[in-house]
């Protein structure tokens, strides 16, 4: 990437932008200008870096919830017991 564009993805960056690199760099690596950026942006917008720091605490909750061993001490299953599953059959029926 030109220098040229690096700078003018700094300077121009939007908060729909911001927010989806945001969201971008909790699962891939950004490249250091969309990083530079993301930080230049956030230091002159509260909202985006509002929205950074909750996606990073809901990402940080939903790490430590997949180690979190249920009340019977058994790891919690994806799927859901035959008895729920029954109930559910049954509401959707009525």
């Given at each position: 990437m030109s220098m040229l564009r690096a700078i003018k993805i700094v300077l121009t960056l939007t908060c729909d932008e911001s927010t989806?690199?945001?969201?971008?760099?909790?699962?891939?690596?950004?490249?250091?200008?969309?990083r530079l950026a993301v930080r230049v942006h956030a230091a002159t917008c509260r909202s985006c870096r509002r929205y950074r720091r909750q996606?990073?605490?809901l990402r940080a909750f939903m790490d430590k919830?997949?180690?979190?061993?249920?009340?019977?001490?058994?790891?919690?299953?994806?799927?859901?017991?035959?008895?729920?599953r029954q109930r559910i059959h049954d509401a959707m029926s009525d």
């Amino acid at each position: 990437m030109s220098m040229l564009r690096a700078i003018k993805i700094v300077l121009t960056l939007t908060c729909d932008e911001s927010t989806r690199l945001v969201s971008l760099s909790l699962d891939a690596d950004l490249s250091r200008s969309e990083r530079l950026a993301v930080r230049v942006h956030a230091a002159t917008c509260r909202s985006c870096r509002r929205y950074r720091r909750q996606l990073t605490l809901l990402r940080a909750f939903m790490d430590k919830a997949d180690h979190v061993p249920t009340p019977t001490g058994s790891p919690r299953s994806p799927t859901l017991s035959a008895d729920a599953r029954q109930r559910i059959h049954d509401a959707m029926s009525d």
